[in-house]
């Protein structure tokens, strides 16, 4: 198993930026994609931001987020952490930090998640 604790969130006001961190512990040798998803208030969970520790490490972002957040990480210490700047009021969500052996699920749908952190952006 891999338990992931996410540190960071909170509210901030639009225009702000904000830091998100993630560790993961457990069997994380298996653990080849680490990244954030977001769910907002009466919406489904969507993608945010992933890596993807192959032979050449690959981030991939949602387009809504592209040019305001990046995702940055270690693979050896298993960290993840997401940047985010220019936050928009429709930023405002929880944010999970998820985790996967496969890059093509934790685009879909990850398999580990953490327990999640409020982002709230207001004028």
């Known amino acids: 198993q891999v338990q992931l604790v996410e540190y960071g969130g909170g509210s901030v006001q639009a225009g702000d930026s904000l830091k998100l961190s993630c560790t993961a512990s457990g069997s994380t040798s298996i653990i080849e994609n680490m990244g954030w998803w977001r769910q907002a208030p009466g919406k489904g969970r969507e993608h945010v931001a992933t890596?993807?520790?192959?032979?050449?490490?690959?981030?991939d972002y949602r387009d809504s987020v592209k040019g305001r957040f990046i995702v940055s990480g270690n693979n050896a210490e298993k960290t993840v952490s997401l940047l985010m700047t220019n936050l928009k009021l429709e930023d405002t969500a929880v944010y999970f930090c998820?985790?996967?052996?496969?890059?093509?699920?934790?685009?879909?749908?990850?398999?580990?998640w953490g327990q999640g952190t409020q982002v709230t952006v207001s004028t």
């Open positions: 890596l993807n520790w192959g032979s050449v490490v690959r981030a």
């Open positions: 998820v985790a996967d052996v496969h890059l093509w699920r934790i685009l879909s749908n990850p398999n580990y």
